[in-house]
């Protein structure tokens, strides 16, 4: 956030409680002269009353309960009035900070959607460049190829989640579920990242002929989100491990790294939508926070669910648990 929209916030911040404390102070204010009043009105009505009048007991009575109903009167009216703007100021803060979290969430995502689509346009456009004005070896061709293919991935891996969120957003996506072999998908998931990193160490224990009711185009985008999440997060001489098995009814899905590890507190937040940890001025890893979204609302989509824990002795478990009944 720049130093403007610093001081825009905290302006905006000073103006919100310098009228919360204004308004509280002006009720108080009134709820003590309504008081102040009423004794006044009382102590006239006293005054006014003649001590050899035969009805002296009961107008004085009578004054002193008509009294005590005014300052209970005042007092349920300004606790109502007190517990409605406190109820108030703490929505309208709640909804502010609400607001200033998305607009920095979805500051942070235009910056990363830039760098993310700015990047493999740029390394796809040098490969293709050179290999239409150099004659090169075949080896070379084919790596340059090799990767120009890769970035290519990434572009569609990329507008798939964008165009995924925004439809899961809007109410806009109607799955299509049938019988699907989860152990068939977690394989071609896994050919295709060791094609692409054939450098990275990508390992599976999937246990074979794992079916499961879903559709397989998003099971498979939330395994490839939870995969690059690993690969992206962990050092490249680090393993990276994709595990499936089912237990009776019970289907797990395991995606385990030996990278950074995320914080305690982070945890839940990490799911959120474009939520990413740190700045993205400082942030070495490219990603848009859309992934591990995406991996949550799928496999709550099927009914699942999604938690992270730490690996040990260091890096992270992202387990995906179905039921297949």
């Known amino acids: ?11 905006i911040t000073f103006i919100y409680w310098f009228l919360l404390v204004y308004i509280i102070a002006a009720l108080i204010f009134w709820f003590i002269t309504l008081r102040a009043q009423n004794d006044t009105i009382r102590r006239l009505k006293g005054t006014s009353i003649e001590r050899n009048d035969p009805q002296f007991d009961e107008k004085t009575h ?5 009294w005590r109903r005014k300052n209970n009167q005042y007092l349920g009216e300004g606790a109502t009035f007190l517990v409605v703007i406190l109820i108030g100021a703490v929505f309208v803060y709640r909804a502010t ?15 990363a959607i830039t760098h993310e689509l700015k990047t493999p346009i740029a390394v796809t456009q040098l490969n293709l460049e050179t290999l239409l004005r150099r004659q090169l070896e075949d080896e070379t061709r084919d790596k340059l190829i090799r990767h120009s293919l890769q970035e290519v991935n990434r572009l569609n891996n990329l507008s ?28 071609e998931v896994l050919a295709e990242f060791s094609n692409r990193y054939p450098l990275r160490h990508i390992t599976s224990l999937i246990e074979p002929e794992v079916y499961m009711n879903g559709e397989s185009l998003l099971l498979k985008m939330m395994m490839n989100n939870l995969v690059e999440n690993a690969l992206k997060y962990s050092p490249r001489e680090k393993q990276v491990r ?18 950074i590890g995320i914080a305690g507190e982070e945890k839940q937040r990490v799911f959120t939508k474009f939520y990413r940890v740190g700045n993205e001025n400082t942030r070495k890893t490219h990603g848009t926070g859309l992934g591990l979204y995406l991996s949550k609302k799928i496999a709550e989509a099927h009914k699942g669910q999604i938690i992270v824990k ?15 009944k």
């Open 310 to 324: 730490d690996n040990q002795p260091q890096g992270s478990i992202f387990t995906v648990t179905f039921k297949d």
């Open 62 to 66: 009578k004054a002193n309960d008509e």
């Open 160 to 187: 798939s989640n964008i165009l995924l969120a925004a439809q899961l957003e809007g109410g806009n996506y109607t799955t299509f579920k049938q019988e699907v072999d989860l152990s068939a998908i977690a394989m």
């Open 97 to 111: 900070r609400k607001q200033i979290r998305l607009s920095q969430q979805q500051e942070n995502f235009m910056m």
């Open 242 to 259: 994709l595990e499936l098995h089912q237990e009776k009814d019970l289907i797990e899905l395991r995606v385990v790294d030996e990278g």
């Open 1 to 11: 956030m720049n130093v403007q929209k610093k001081r825009r916030l905290a302006l």
